[in-house]
């Protein structure tokens, strides 16, 4: 839950800057674009500081359900607020994805997944 909540709390915050400011700006895909790198070290930082801070280090299969349980309540919470927010349903929201910055979307989430097994400590 604390990965989840650190990823996420950054990536709502960030989201909504990019919709006040990057979005206006530089247009969608842009924005995302911008987002991208930024969320990406934060899945790196809060996967280093999750796992270290276990008190005892968890094995490879441990660190992998620690990312996989974490992005199932990230894309629970993801789409209830999506649907709730922008009254679409979850193919609406898919097709509505840019097809540039939605990979590099998914990527990242799959990085989200993984970053806490690549991440351990020595």
């Known amino acids: 839950m604390l990965y989840f909540a650190a990823v996420f709390g950054v990536g709502f915050a960030l989201g909504t800057l990019r919709v006040l400011w990057a979005v206006p700006h530089f247009g969608l895909r842009i924005a995302e ?9 934060v899945i790196i930082f809060a996967a280093r500081w999750v796992v270290r801070r276990l ?9 992998l ?3 996989c349980i974490a992005l199932g309540f990230l894309l629970g919470s993801e789409f209830l607020v ?23 979307y998914y990527v990242l989430l799959g990085m989200f997944a993984i970053m806490p097994l690549l991440v351990a400590r020595k």
């Open 82 to 104: 999506v649907l709730w927010l922008r009254g679409l349903t979850l193919n609406q929201y898919f097709a509505s994805k840019d097809p540039v910055s939605g990979t590099v």
């Open 65 to 67: 359900s620690i990312g």
């Open 55 to 63: 008190d005892t280090l968890p094995t490879k299969t441990q660190r």
């Open 33 to 41: 674009l911008m987002e991208a790198p930024i969320m990406f070290a």
